[in-house]
């Protein structure tokens, strides 16, 4: 359903979204049964990108594929100097800025919200999201995003393994 880049990272990889947030755990672009699997759009999320919390998710390989590098935002100097997520969809290419990484403790709920009662409600999730990953470290956050009910947001989480059953959520909000 489209494309998906990191600059200076290895992430440069198709994007596909199933039925359930399962299959694609464990196979591939094709649909072969592959232990890397492939980078998914949550199921719940409008295949357009035009949701307000668009959710990827993708594993973070040992071996650098995948959303491996995606870890490198755990260090301060790579956030502030890679900040921009390229995507495309049905020929639209859009940008997404970073605005926060941080790690997701078990039974957190933070980055995975797709669906909104209205705008308003969208905001103050965004923007407690980004209050609670200010909390917890490794996180990195820019002191001057404010999310704004007109806004969309695009969340990148793979595994991460400073706790049992965490991740690690990368958002980034839609320049272009």
């Not at 755990?74 to 926060?100: A, C, M, N, P």
């Not at 990484?101 to 965004?126: C, E, G, L, R």
């Not at 820019?142 to 393994?161: A, E, F, G, M, W």
Request: glycine content about 6%; overall charge negative.
């Amino acid at each position: 359903i489209g494309w998906i880049r990191v600059p200076d990272t290895n992430i440069d990889y198709p994007i596909v979204q199933g039925e359930d947030n399962d299959f694609y755990l464990n196979h591939d672009f094709y649909g072969k049964e592959n232990i890397a699997g492939t980078i998914y759009l949550d199921f719940e999320s409008q295949g357009d990108f035009v949701g307000r919390n668009n959710v990827l998710y993708g594993h973070n390989m040992k071996n650098g594929t995948m959303f491996h590098d995606l870890m490198n935002y755990k260090q301060k100097s790579f956030f502030d100097e890679h900040r921009i997520i390229d995507l495309l969809w049905d020929g639209v290419e859009t940008q997404w800025e970073i605005f926060v990484a941080y790690i997701i403790k078990p039974n957190t709920i933070y980055h995975i919200s797709t669906a909104f009662t209205d705008d308003q409600h969208f905001a103050d999730v965004m923007n407690q999201t980004i209050e609670y990953a200010k909390t917890v470290k490794p996180s990195n956050a820019d002191p001057d995003v404010t999310i704004k009910p007109s806004d969309q947001v695009l969340t990148l989480s793979p595994c991460t393994y400073e706790y049992d059953d965490s991740f690690f959520a990368v958002m980034a909000r839609r320049i272009k």
